[in-house]
């Protein structure tokens, strides 16, 4: 059992920016997988972000350039630092992790990120 715990989230001006964080607890071998996904007011959750223990990242076209994900192996944590923020940007975000050998995906609470005028 995984257990995810994010911060990080606020309100913040269009151009404004934020870094959230993901602490992993529990127990598990190893993580694999870890990434951001976010879900907007009346529409379905979207992957933003993620990152393999190796290092190797993948991004939504929307936030290429603007967010950088990144991760810590031996604190079990990850992190998404967004600059130039939009308000279409506004949503709930989700950490996720894969735990290994099992393969199972596990997700935390979700924190609220709003941008707005």
């Known amino acids: 059992q995984v257990l995810l715990v994010e911060s990080g989230g606020g309100y913040v001006q269009p151009g404004g920016s934020l870094r959230l964080s993901c602490v992993a607890s529990?127990?598990?071998?190893?993580?694999?997988?870890m990434g951001w996904y976010r879900q907007a007011p009346g529409k379905e959750r979207e992957l933003v972000a993620s990152?393999?223990?190796?290092?190797?990242?993948n991004y939504a076209d929307s936030v290429k350039g603007r967010f950088i994900i990144s991760r810590v192996n031996a604190e079990n944590t990850v992190h998404l630092q967004m600059i130039s923020l939009k308000p279409e940007d506004t949503a709930v975000y989700y950490c996720?992790?894969?735990?290994?050998?099992?393969?199972?995906?596990?997700w935390g609470q979700g924190t609220q990120v709003t941008v707005s005028s």
């Open positions: 990152i393999t223990s190796g290092g190797n990242t």
């Open positions: 996720s992790a894969v735990s290994q050998p099992t393969m199972r995906q596990f």
């Open positions: 529990g127990k598990f071998f190893s993580l694999g997988l």
